[in-house]
């Protein structure tokens, strides 16, 4: 279930560097899906580049986080339902 909660410390993983945990500025692609929860989960995983994603599925649609570049990306899935 997605639940709003203060971001927690940052921390070291050593040679692979430092995770910084921040509060989203503008909000993120979760805020529409607060309270419901997960009903199904896909992840990807692409062996040539080391690309990653996992999509969420909840009641009122989806959200896709991937790893590109050494960035996560986090964004609400559009559906082609009108």
Do not use: K, N
């Not at 529409?32 to 199904?40: F, I, Q, R, S």
């Amino acid at each position: 279930m997605v639940d709003a909660e203060p971001p927690y410390e940052g921390y070291d993983m050593g040679e692979w560097g430092r995770i910084e945990v921040l509060p989203a500025d503008t909000g993120s692609a979760f805020d529409a899906h607060l309270g419901e929860p997960v009903l199904a989960t896909r992840d990807e995983y692409e062996q040539m580049t080391g690309r990653m994603a996992l999509e969420l599925d909840f009641p009122s649609g989806t959200v896709r986080c991937e790893s590109y570049g050494g960035e996560l990306i986090v964004r609400a899935v559009l559906t082609g339902a009108p």
